[in-house]
């Protein structure tokens, strides 16, 4: 049973009632982005692909929280696959000990489809690792749907850490992806202006013959 279930920022399939889709890592960053930022009141920074000051580790997603006078990050790992998770404690040990002893991060979450819960789980409890897990699947109303199903334990970040230095690779981050958004907009609008064109323009030629 999910501890809370995000509201879900794929309301636009429910206007054109389109078939669900497979579940991609992209899917699943959406969706874990939205949740934090807007269902989390403490939640000020979120971004994708960080790479950690400290380690030059990349993560996923990473989440800045104040609570009270406290800043609390948060480093989630995407996986869409039993095979894609596999890989991450086959290839990247080194990763998980840097994240044991601390570091920047005060939690750690893997964020992955319903469909490899079992061995998520399985293996988190076997190898008793402190990391929460959050689901990002299709409802009865085939929208997606963003669960926290578990809790992680809290990491022990470095007291001495700087704060400052993840701060600022963050809005470093933040600004690149928002610059990207911006560029993926422009192109996506001339591409259906474009598309609004020829589409008239066939519609005229049909009509004159």
């Not at 800043?71 to 995407?78: D, Q």
Request: overall charge neutral.
């Amino acid at each position: 049973m999910a501890f809370y279930t995000g509201k879900s920022s794929s309301y636009v399939k429910d206007r054109f009632n389109l078939a669900p889709l497979d579940i991609t890592a992209e899917h699943i960053k959406g969706e874990v982005l939205y949740y934090f930022r807007y269902n989390r009141s403490g939640v000020a920074m979120c971004c994708t692909e960080l790479t950690d000051p400290s380690s030059n580790c990349i993560e996923d997603i990473v989440i800045r929280e104040s609570r009270g006078d406290d800043l609390l990050y948060h480093a989630i790992e995407v996986k869409i696959s039993e095979s894609d998770f596999k890989r991450e404690f086959w290839h990247k040990k080194d990763k998980h000990k840097e994240r044991g002893d601390g570091r920047f991060y005060n939690y750690f979450y893997f964020a992955i489809t319903p469909e490899i819960l079992g061995l998520v789980t399985e293996y988190l409890d076997t190898e008793m690792l402190p990391y929460g897990i959050i689901t990002v699947g299709y409802n009865e109303d085939k929208n997606l749907e963003c669960k926290l199903v578990r809790r992680p334990e809290a990491l022990k970040p470095d007291p001495k850490r700087d704060t400052a230095l993840i701060d600022t690779a963050m809005v470093r981050r933040m600004s690149s992806e928002l610059t990207a958004a911006h560029v993926d907009i422009y192109k996506l609008r001339s591409g259906l202006a474009e598309v609004k064109r020829q589409c008239l323009a066939l519609a005229q030629s049909i009509k004159l013959s």
